[in-house]
């Protein structure tokens, strides 16, 4: 089964085939990571406009390095929430139409459950149920992934989501944004146990999470080293900053694995890209007898790949989009 892949949640406009949800025919990606670099983020207006001229030509560009014609795509799958209202329509708009005019069914896809679904293309034994971490700019879940398509949320951000923080962090700290890899790249070179940093606790919520406070650590230590005249270790806090975040994502993931009783432990999203935090997971995991999969950095950020891989458990599973299927800024994992 042959599948179009649509995903257009932030400001990366992606398009892939996908055989059989697990094998990549190609996957092109247009990135406007340069472009927003210029204002330290992400500006919707901007992102929405640019999947508007690009995602055409992408699709023809996917097509062709496949070696298919329209004819022979059997299903178009789209991210359809969460993300950029703005942006996350243009892809929805455009998947309907491709839908439409060739007859075909249309696949609703939840970005973060693409996520996830990355590591059945990197790992093709890979099976639920397992232990998901899901960790994006834009989203922090621990998920029980009972079968493709039966998710369960054990434990979720209260606020900031891990990538935001980041994205943050990097940004008081002078680095470009995106922030993830330079945040990685600088923490290489601290020394650690500098910055005393807060590790948050929702009380009565033992797997839940929040980074707000983390990050507003973050912002006060920088500004009051610029008003003050102190100097500031940016390669330390840069590390003592990420050591904090995968204190708060690690032992939970690993109690949560226990909990539910899951020996495998798969980490997804743009966070899992992080040296520290994949190096911390595979430790821990190795310590418990887990066994740990994580994608290669290609497969962490967006893609359409693994909308694509996703959409055919989706559609094995019966779900299909409609001409007025809608997009969605926010959305439950397990209401997708």
Known sequence: MLILAIESSCDETAVAVVEDGRRVL????ASQADMHALYGGVVPEIASRKHVEVIVQLADAA????????????????????GLIGAVLVGVNFAKSVAYALGIPL????????????????????KPPFLALA?????????????????????????????????????VLGLPYPGGAPMDALAQQGRGGVYELPRAHVSGSEFDMSFSGLKT????????????????????????????????????AMAA??????S?????????????????????????????????LSLCGDNAAMIGCQGYYEYLAGKRGNTDLNAYATMEITDA
């Not at 694995?257 to 899951?262: D, K, P, V, W």
């Open 257 to 262: 694995a226990e909990l539910c009783g899951r």
């Open 63 to 82: 097509l062709s390095e496949a070696g298919i014609g329209r004819k022979d795509l059997d299903a178009v799958a789209v991210t359809y929430a969460p």
């Open 26 to 29: 190609t996957d092109q990606i």
């Open 264 to 296: 495998a432990v798969v980490a997804a999203g743009g966070v899992a890209a992080n040296s520290i935090i994949r190096a911390d997971l595979q430790r821990t995991c190795a310590e418990r007898g887990y066994t740990l999969y994580v994608p290669p």
């Open 217 to 252: 650590a973050v912002v006060n230590l920088a500004h009051n080293a610029s008003q003050t005249g102190k100097m500031l270790d940016k390669a330390s806090l840069a590390l003592d900053f990420t050591r904090a975040v995968s204190d708060m994502l690690v032992p939970r």
């Open 107 to 126: 696949i609703p896809v939840h970005h973060v459950r693409g996520h996830i679904a990355a590591n059945y293309i990197a790992f093709p034994e890979l």
């Open 135 to 171: 960790i994006s700019g834009g989203n922090t879940l621990i998920v029980d992934v009972r079968d493709y398509t039966d998710l369960q949320v054990i434990g979720a951000t209260r606020d900031d989501a891990a990538g935001e923080c980041f994205d943050k962090a990097a940004r």
